[in-house]
């Protein structure tokens, strides 16, 4: 069956298992910076304001109710989720420039090599038995 070959070949991957640990990794970190937003920010932001609950902050309109203080909310969650990521990027980027690249040696430069080292076997050998 090549579709199912098709498609252990594209799942296995290297982007995609990586794109995946990302989303995996990045829904728990979600979930941390909601709870140090809801449960130690927020109420710092709410006791400078003078007791305010951001979160519960809205405005009613007619029968509807716009919940403007959820927003608010969204917006500091995002606000650090954003600097975070930039750290990390920043930090990624300065530490792949300090990391020097080193060429992969070529089929032809693996091959003379293993000749040379045959060669200097093959001389050895010659000097040991004169």
Do not use: C, H
């Not at 794109?19 to 937003?37: D, H, K, R």
């Not at 293993?114 to 040991?128: A, H, P, S, T």
């Amino acid at each position: 069956m090549p579709v199912i070959k098709d498609f252990k070949d594209f799942a296995l991957k290297g982007n995609v298992l990586e794109l995946a640990i990302g989303i995996v990794i990045g829904a728990a970190f979600a979930s941390i910076v909601t709870s140090v937003v809801d449960n130690l920010l927020m109420p710092i932001v709410g006791i400078l304001t003078g007791g305010i609950d951001l979160k519960a902050l809205s405005i009613k309109v007619g029968s509807a109710e716009l919940k403007y203080g959820m927003f608010l909310q969204a917006s500091v969650t995002f606000l650090i989720i954003a600097a975070f990521l930039f750290l990390v990027v920043k930090s990624a980027n300065r530490a792949k420039l300090k990391t020097p690249i080193v060429p992969k040696a070529t089929t032809t430069e693996i091959l003379l090599t293993q000749i040379n080292q045959e060669l200097i076997e093959i001389r050895k050998e010659l000097r040991n038995r004169n």
